[in-house]
């Protein structure tokens, strides 16, 4: 029996080109549903993202804060597989499946306000893929470094296609000095082959400090080149929405001002998980859904 080549192959022993997109940015001419004006559609496929600010109220914003706080004072939550500390301390980096330990972020990823966007970009109905809070506190928190999402549900997780999306809740505001994100316009219009025979469990280390799955500073340097690079500047309440394949990190933020997020992927319900790459085992599902899906 043949078996097909993969069109999107990485984590190779020897460099490789840039491998152009195979599939859209927008789904179904963004026809499939009614959130975003025109001019927003032509910006997300263009850049690979959208930034909309004051989505959500101030009174929202506290009551979002205030749960995330919660979560991460629960004492039942510390040491659990879905709780990531930074490397070498046991500040929280991420609590991950946060959707399934809160009514209220229940309800969050279900809000129209974000569901529809998904579909309407997507071109389908979509379900939650993952769900987790990211923190990043004033002086010590540390950088998520360069990466195409994309790359690692793909190898790790068997994500077909790039029908995905991610979305940002943002719960602080983000500035130039506190660790925002930054993303590279134009790059989901590639896909970055990366170096490196990807470890088992390699979720156990990557969730703190990703060294599989990194683009090199070749790759790098040419997408910023073409597209730039752009760092988030928002007020708590706005939303980023970007493209599963769109590189994106953030830096150190050594500044007094706290940066956290709550952060939520839709899937297409076209691109459900297959098996993982290169006879990887599953990752856990707080990282990538595999039970029945459920249309939002």
Known sequence: MTVATDYYTSRVATPMALIPRAEPVVYARGEYAKALSPEQLRSYEENGFLILHDVFEPQEVQTYAAELHRLLESPERAGQPDVITEPG????????????????????????????????????????????????????????????????????????????????????????????????????????????????????KSLKKQEYGVPSQEHLTYLVEQGGLETVQAKAGSVIFFDCNTIHGSANNISPWARSNLFMVFNSVKNALKEPKYGLKPRPDFLGHRGPIVSL
Not at 111 to 118: F, G, N, T, Y
Not at 192 to 200: A, F, S, W
């Open 89 to 204: 301390s046991e500040a929280v980096r991420s609590l991950f499946r946060v959707h399934q330990h809160s009514d209220l972020v229940q309800e969050l990823v279900q809000d129209p306000r974000l569901v529809q966007v998904a579909r309407q970009i997507l071109g389908s109905d979509v379900y939650l893929h993952q769900s987790r809070a990211n923190f990043k506190p004033g002086f010590t928190g540390k950088a998520f470094y360069w990466h195409s999402d994309f790359e690692t549900w793909h190898v790790e997780d068997g994500m077909p296609s790039m029908r995905a999306l991610s979305c940002s809740v943002l719960l602080t505001d983000n500035n130039a000095s506190n660790g925002s994100l930054m993303l590279v316009p134009g790059s989901q219009r590639y896909f970055v082959p990366c170096l490196g025979q990807t470890p088992d469990q390699h979720h156990k």
